[in-house]
């Protein structure tokens, strides 16, 4: 009989920890196969809410926040792009220099839920980021994620060119991080059952076959 599973993904898009737990996420989903059905919801989270526009340079940026050496940054960027092969993503660590906010791009994945789409888009977006190191804050990138997976570009632009989904992503960040959410990525199962980090597949796999699954389609977070 198949396992119901409601997952909330709580990340940012410029979090490599979130497309690295992603992906072995998805690897877990996968070799589970048909014993679990997974109800995905990718929830806001930014990790530098008061980025300005024009970003920062990256380095200068991880060394102010979190105090790392320069050889301390090296070694973490290789560790991250040896994490993120091993699940099938590609990090071009040297290229992306800036770090930028993300506030828009969460803007238009709550549409992209409604639409149905959402997954596809924090994809694109994730390798719009780090794979080929664009600017997620930029409204012409987001636009070509946004046609790439299928959705209408027109109303994308009419979305970002407002206020719509605003007040929603604020409320939604407000209500994890009211629950303690302080990291992401941050894998929260059935509601109750957290899951920190970008953990390896069968992190992820172990956990999907062990926790006991929905009686009832689980109602939507606040």
């Keep these: 009989m198949t396992k119901q599973l409601r997952i909330d993904f709580v990340s940012d898009v410029s979090c490599p920890w979130c497309a690295v737990g992603l992906k072995s996420l998805e690897q877990a989903l996968l070799n589970v196969g048909d014993d679990v059905r997974v109800d995905l919801h990718f929830q806001p989270f ?35 792009r040896e994490r993120g092969a091993a699940v099938g993503f590609t990090f071009d660590m040297e290229r992306r220099g800036r ?24 994809v694109a977006l994730l390798e719009a980021y780090f794979t080929r ?6 409204h012409a990138v987001l636009l070509r994620a946004v046609e790439s997976v299928g959705l209408e570009r027109e ?12 007040d929603e992503v604020r409320e939604r960040e407000q209500f994890f991080l009211n629950a303690g959410i302080k990291s992401v990525p941050a894998v929260i199962i059935n509601q109750k059952h957290l899951i920190s980090g970008g953990q390896l597949p069968e992190v992820f796999e172990r956990a999907l076959r062990e926790i006991p699954g929905l009686e009832t389609p689980a109602d939507a977070v606040a």
């Design 46 to 80: 930014e990790l530098n809410p008061n980025m300005p526009p024009e970003g920062q340079d990256i380095v200068e940026h991880v060394t102010e926040k979190y105090g790392a050496s320069l050889e301390q940054q090296a070694s973490s960027r290789e560790m991250i």
């Design 99 to 122: 770090i930028y906010n993300t506030f828009d791009a969460h803007r238009l994945l709550s549409w992209a839920e409604e639409e149905g789409k959402q997954r596809q888009l924090k």
């Design 133 to 138: 190191c664009e600017d997620p804050s930029n």
């Design 155 to 166: 109303t994308a632009a009419r979305i970002l060119a407002s206020d719509e989904y605003k």
